[in-house]
């Protein structure tokens, strides 16, 4: 028995020895590579952007999110992409935006982008009276194939986010705040089924000068599928909460 238990001994003192190693090569790696890893991802998301965006500071972080690798970017700022915006008119501001990768993708050098969280911020889309919208933030589609970056999410997750749709052409309004939402699917497939769950308060729904909801809180748990080629959206099934109905 007392063999047994200096044996467990040697073997406990083994595995904590090892995971320290590990764990001190991960840090060390992630201290000499930081830079390096944070300015490609900058360099790669601004060849898909037409806008100006402004962000505070950048930080990668491994532990606090295991075990994905994250890029955190703090206050973000973009602009407004309507023509006749001003430069302080805003189409997103958060606090962070965190981009999730899988470490070992980063260390086969390919920034897979496999989930985005967003929290907490503002989000405001417009549509003109020409019709014209302000969320046109992307550069023409190229040939990507030969970039290292690319958004293959799986989930993005929100959370205490200020949402306004203000569609002046069709003379509608919505407005609400996201306490927590979670959308999850193959967003990078041409076609595939999202699954959203939200939890929200409607602040107004307003069609003209008619407003239909104000100040009710609703939660939802929607399929909606997205298909890319035939630029469709439906609802198959879904629940809506609307102020406990």
Excluded: C
Aim: overall charge positive; hydrophobic content about 40%; proline content about 3%.
């Amino acid at each position: 028995m007392e063999q047994l238990w200096k044996w467990t001994k040697r073997l406990l003192k083994w595995l904590m020895g090892t995971l320290l190693t590990i764990a001190l090569l991960i840090t060390l790696g992630l201290y000499f590579f930081k830079d390096n890893i944070i300015n490609y991802a900058i360099g790669e998301i601004n060849q898909y952007l037409k806008v100006r965006v402004d962000v505070g500071s950048v930080d990668l972080t491994f532990w606090k999110t295991f075990p994905d690798l994250s890029i955190d970017f703090k206050h973000v700022y973009v602009q407004d992409a309507l023509p006749e915006s001003k430069s302080s008119d805003t189409l997103l501001y958060s606090e962070k935006i965190r981009l999730r990768f899988n470490p070992i993708d980063i260390w086969e050098e390919n920034y897979n982008v496999k989930r985005i969280d967003i929290a907490p911020g503002k989000l405001n889309l417009k549509v003109n009276k020409a019709g014209e919208v302000n969320y046109d933030i992307l550069k023409p589609s190229k040939n990507k194939e030969q970039s290292a970056f690319k958004f293959q999410l799986k989930k993005i997750g929100i959370s205490e986010l200020e949402f306004k749709y203000n569609n002046q052409k069709l003379e509608q309004l919505y407005s609400a705040t996201i306490h927590s939402a979670n959308l999850s699917g193959n967003f990078s497939d041409k076609s595939f089924t999202m699954r959203t769950e939200a939890g929200f308060k409607i602040h107004r729904i307003q069609n003209g000068l008619i407003p239909f909801v104000l100040n009710q809180s609703a939660n939802t748990s929607v399929y909606v599928k997205i298909d890319k080629v035939k630029n469709t959206i439906s609802l198959p099934n879904g629940i809506v909460n609307l102020a406990g109905l």
